[in-house]
Every structure is written in structure tokens, then in C-alpha cells.
């Protein structure tokens, strides 16, 4: 149940005024069909998110132990202060070949690899070793928590303030589960 939750909350919050806030908006804008564009939100995360559970348990059980605590340390703190620099907008082609769904799950696919919450999501296997399904489960709907209210909510808390003050917080999380990791 930690693993779950702790994964759904890093991710949750630390999708707040990322890339692919932005990205969901833009596609709800251009598509005006919000269940297959969370379709291919919701793949693209399994795919990406499942690779990255994957890569960080098999890191959990190449790295020695005591290497991991401070490797998993420094990689929360680092991603806490990742947190503080902000996204560049994704741009969303005029003209796709795609439905929704498929233009959806590329997209996100591609603008997650890479991304601070696959990296948080690796570290997050590491610190939760043999729990795949929670890992992935936690990030998946940490994942839709984030990018499911912008379809309805965007405009009216979509400001450069709310974004500024949702990373500070994502990068006190952070932070905190790093120092957490290494004492």
C-alpha cells in the first residue's frame, strides 16, 4: 500500500504544470474528445511508466545496498530541484494523421521519456523493490489525477502563479523523500 500511494502522490503532483498538462490541453482543444484522449494518456503511461518499474528493479537488485540508499537519496533531491525549472510548451501538430486516442498516446508516450516523473517512477522500483504492480499502478493514477482535471479546469487555474507554486511544492516533496531516503 506505501509503494502505491507514495507513487501516486509523487506522480500526481509532480504532473502539475508539467509538459503534459499542457499537452492534454492543447489535445482537448484540437480533438474535443476527452475519453480517448485519457485512453491514450492512460496506455502511453503503462508503457512508459512499466518500462521505467521494470529498469528500477532490476537496478534494485544490481546495485548494492548501501550505493542505492544514497543513489536513491541524491536522485530525489535532485528531481526536487529538477522541480523548480519549468516545462517548455509541447506543440501539438496542425494537422495529425491521428485519431485522438493514437495522437494521445504517442504524444505523451514520447514527451514522458526523459520526463523527472519516469526518472521519479524508476526511483520510486528502486526504493520499492519486487512491487511492480503498486509502482505502476501509483504512477498510472497519479498520472490521470494530474491530467484528468485540466480538461474541465484548465481555464480557470491554468495561471503562470498556480503553476509556480505547484512546482515549489512537488520540489519540497521531493526533497523530502530524498532526505527521508538517505537518512
Known amino acids: 500500500m506505501e509503494a502505491l500511494f507514495s507513487s501516486f502522490l509523487l506522480v500526481a503532483l509532480g504532473e502539475i504544470g ?5 499537452l492534454s490541453l492543447a489535445l482537448i482543444l484540437k480533438f474535443r474528445k476527452p ?13 512508459n511508466h512499466g518500462a521505467s518499474v521494470w529498469f528500477g528493479d532490476w537496478l534494485a537488485g544490481a546495485i548494492p545496498g548501501d550505493w542505492l540508499r544514497w543513489i536513491l537519496g541524491i536522485s530525489f533531491i535532485g528531481l526536487g530541484l529538477w522541480m523548480l525549472i ?7 501538430d496542425e494537422n495529425p494523421r491521428f485519431g485522438p486516442f ?15 516523473t519516469q526518472f521519479a517512477t524508476i ?3 528502486v526504493q520499492f523493490k519486487d ?23 484548465a481555464h480557470q487555474f491554468g495561471g503562470q502563479r498556480f503553476e509556480i507554486w505547484a512546482h515549489r511544492i512537488s520540489a519540497v516533496l521531493f526533497v523530502g523523500f530524498g532526505v527521508w531516503a538517505l537518512v
Request: zero cysteines.
Open 123 to 125: 526511483a520510486l522500483a
Open 131 to 153: 512491487q511492480f504492480w503498486p509502482v505502476l499502478g501509483g504512477s498510472t493514477l497519479g498520472m490521470i489525477a494530474a491530467n484528468l482535471p485540466v480538461i474541465w479546469l
Open 102 to 116: 493514437l495522437t494521445a498516446l504517442v504524444l505523451f508516450f514520447i514527451a514522458e521519456i526523459g520526463d523527472k
Open 35 to 47: 475519453w480517448p484522449i485519457l485512453a491514450g494518456v492512460v496506455v502511453a503511461t503503462l508503457l
Open 86 to 92: 519549468p516545462d517548455g510548451d509541447e506543440k501539438v
Open 18 to 22: 508539467d509538459k503534459t498538462q499542457l
